[in-house]
């Protein structure tokens, strides 16, 4: 099976508020983190990091408290120079038709989004730790 560590954090755009659910992976996090905090102005809250594995649709024998399934999305998006740019992304289970929609809303022209996959998976909550800034 495939693992990627992965920060889960809360994003808002009011440091009071809980926010919603990102999974963002550990590579990219503090990049993502800065691009969030200094250019979109949002409050990251609460990150920890652990271990998303891939499971596939048949797996079903997690406790769920220690697990929250997660989905995710790759795709190549062709540019306005048909260059080929993977995405990859990953979201909650939980809603995620109604944020899946919200996320299509910025690449508006579905033909340049080529070879879309979906791959379930689990983020292990029983094993996440705080995560420390610059580690």
Sequence with gaps: MDSVQ?????LSRD?????????VPLEIYEMWRFLMQKVHLLT???PVVSTWVATGDDYGKSDPDNVETVIEIKFNYRDKNNVG?????YF?????DQIY????????EESKME??????GLFMTDRAVPYKLGK
């Design 15 to 23: 440091p009071k508020e809980n926010g919603s659910v990102r999974y």
């Design 44 to 46: 990251v809250q609460e």
């Design 101 to 108: 929609g919200y996320f299509r809303q910025h690449f508006p």
């Design 6 to 10: 992965m920060v889960r954090c809360f």
């Design 115 to 120: 070879g879309v996959s979906r791959r379930k």
């Design 92 to 96: 909650p289970e939980v809603n995620f």
């Design 85 to 89: 740019k993977p995405v990859v992304r």
